[in-house]
Protein backbone atom coordinates (compact mmCIF):
# COMPACT_ATOMS: atom_id res chain seq x y z
CA UNK A 1 0.00 0.00 0.00
CA UNK A 2 0.79 3.90 -0.60
CA UNK A 3 -0.24 6.93 0.70
CA UNK A 4 -2.21 8.29 -2.74
CA UNK A 5 -0.50 11.45 -2.34
CA UNK A 6 2.63 9.78 -3.31
CA UNK A 7 2.14 8.84 -7.01
CA UNK A 8 0.15 11.98 -7.75
CA UNK A 9 2.99 14.15 -6.54
CA UNK A 10 5.26 12.14 -9.08
CA UNK A 11 2.84 12.63 -12.00
CA UNK A 12 2.85 15.89 -10.82
CA UNK A 13 6.45 16.29 -11.32
CA UNK A 14 6.56 14.32 -14.23
CA UNK A 15 3.96 16.49 -15.76
CA UNK A 16 6.06 19.79 -14.45
CA UNK A 17 8.99 19.18 -15.89
CA UNK A 18 8.04 17.23 -19.12
CA UNK A 19 6.06 20.25 -19.86
CA UNK A 20 8.74 22.52 -19.43
CA UNK A 21 11.22 20.70 -21.31
CA UNK A 22 8.75 21.42 -24.23
CA UNK A 23 8.61 24.46 -23.72
CA UNK A 24 11.87 25.45 -23.66
CA UNK A 25 13.28 22.97 -26.01
CA UNK A 26 15.17 21.39 -23.68
CA UNK A 27 14.85 17.20 -24.40
CA UNK A 28 17.94 16.38 -22.46
CA UNK A 29 15.69 17.17 -18.92
CA UNK A 30 13.06 14.38 -20.60
CA UNK A 31 16.37 12.04 -20.00
CA UNK A 32 16.87 13.41 -16.82
CA UNK A 33 13.52 12.66 -16.02
CA UNK A 34 13.21 9.04 -17.34
CA UNK A 35 16.23 8.35 -14.88
CA UNK A 36 14.53 9.69 -11.77
CA UNK A 37 11.53 7.30 -12.44
CA UNK A 38 13.86 4.83 -13.32
CA UNK A 39 15.86 5.12 -10.46
CA UNK A 40 12.32 5.24 -8.46
CA UNK A 41 11.20 2.30 -10.26
CA UNK A 42 14.12 0.00 -9.77
CA UNK A 43 15.91 1.32 -6.99
CA UNK A 44 12.88 1.81 -4.78
CA UNK A 45 11.21 4.63 -3.24
CA UNK A 46 14.61 5.64 -1.35
CA UNK A 47 16.21 6.54 -4.77
CA UNK A 48 13.02 8.18 -5.60
CA UNK A 49 14.07 12.06 -5.77
CA UNK A 50 9.90 12.80 -6.33
CA UNK A 51 8.53 10.74 -3.61
CA UNK A 52 11.45 11.97 -1.11
CA UNK A 53 10.54 15.60 -1.70
CA UNK A 54 7.15 14.66 -1.41
CA UNK A 55 7.67 12.46 1.98
CA UNK A 56 10.60 14.83 3.46
CA UNK A 57 9.13 18.10 2.81
CA UNK A 58 5.61 18.40 1.28
CA UNK A 59 4.31 15.89 3.93
CA UNK A 60 5.71 17.43 6.72
CA UNK A 61 3.96 20.68 6.15
CA UNK A 62 0.60 19.36 5.16
CA UNK A 63 0.74 18.60 8.92
CA UNK A 64 -1.87 15.43 7.77
CA UNK A 65 -2.21 12.43 9.78
CA UNK A 66 -5.14 10.46 8.54
CA UNK A 67 -3.37 9.12 5.47
CA UNK A 68 -5.62 7.57 2.20
CA UNK A 69 -3.40 4.51 0.71
CA UNK A 70 -3.92 2.98 -2.24
CA UNK A 71 -2.48 -0.65 -3.92
CA UNK A 72 0.99 0.32 -5.31
CA UNK A 73 1.28 -1.95 -8.18
CA UNK A 74 -0.98 -0.31 -10.42
CA UNK A 75 0.93 3.53 -10.18
CA UNK A 76 4.34 1.27 -10.08
CA UNK A 77 2.73 -0.34 -13.44
CA UNK A 78 2.19 3.48 -14.46
CA UNK A 79 5.57 4.53 -13.68
CA UNK A 80 7.30 1.68 -15.62
CA UNK A 81 5.02 2.75 -18.72
CA UNK A 82 6.48 6.48 -17.78
CA UNK A 83 10.13 4.93 -17.95
CA UNK A 84 9.61 3.12 -21.04
CA UNK A 85 8.13 5.81 -22.70
CA UNK A 86 10.53 8.61 -21.86
CA UNK A 87 13.36 6.60 -22.82
CA UNK A 88 11.71 5.76 -26.04
CA UNK A 89 11.36 9.80 -26.49
CA UNK A 90 15.42 10.19 -25.53
CA UNK A 91 16.28 7.85 -27.91
CA UNK A 92 14.27 9.44 -31.02
CA UNK A 93 15.76 12.98 -30.07
CA UNK A 94 19.81 11.40 -29.44
CA UNK A 95 18.47 9.60 -33.19
CA UNK A 96 17.42 13.38 -34.60
CA UNK A 97 13.41 12.73 -34.49
CA UNK A 98 13.24 15.68 -32.66
CA UNK A 99 9.21 15.78 -33.78
CA UNK A 100 8.38 12.02 -32.90
CA UNK A 101 10.45 12.45 -29.02
CA UNK A 102 8.33 15.77 -28.64
CA UNK A 103 5.13 14.09 -29.42
CA UNK A 104 5.85 10.89 -27.09
CA UNK A 105 6.96 13.05 -24.52
CA UNK A 106 3.77 15.27 -24.85
CA UNK A 107 1.69 12.39 -24.16
CA UNK A 108 3.57 11.34 -21.45
CA UNK A 109 2.82 15.07 -19.98
CA UNK A 110 -0.94 14.84 -20.59
CA UNK A 111 -1.14 11.61 -19.03
CA UNK A 112 0.92 12.65 -16.35
CA UNK A 113 -1.14 16.16 -16.20
CA UNK A 114 -4.76 14.08 -16.35
CA UNK A 115 -3.46 11.56 -13.42
CA UNK A 116 -2.19 14.76 -11.16
CA UNK A 117 -5.27 16.68 -11.70
CA UNK A 118 -7.92 14.09 -11.36
CA UNK A 119 -6.38 10.87 -10.26
CA UNK A 120 -7.24 9.54 -13.34
CA UNK A 121 -4.41 7.33 -14.50
CA UNK A 122 -4.30 5.54 -17.86
CA UNK A 123 -1.36 3.44 -16.27
CA UNK A 124 -2.91 2.72 -13.37
CA UNK A 125 -6.61 1.64 -15.77
CA UNK A 126 -4.08 -0.26 -17.81
CA UNK A 127 -2.90 -2.52 -15.01
CA UNK A 128 -5.76 -3.46 -13.28
CA UNK A 129 -7.42 -4.58 -16.60
CA UNK A 130 -4.48 -6.64 -17.49
CA UNK A 131 -4.62 -8.27 -14.09
CA UNK A 132 -8.22 -9.18 -14.37
Known sequence: ???????????????????LAFVVGWWP???????????????GARFGVFTQTYLKVIKPRWGRVDVETEPSAPPRFAQLLGVVFLTVASVL??????????VVTLIVTALATLAAATKICVGCMIYERAAG
Do not use: E, Y
Not at 29 to 43: E, K, N, P
Not at 93 to 102: C, E, H, P, S, T
Open 29 to 43: LVAVVAAILAATRFG
Open 93 to 102: FLLGADVAGW
Open 1 to 19: MVDVNVPRFNQLCVAVLTG
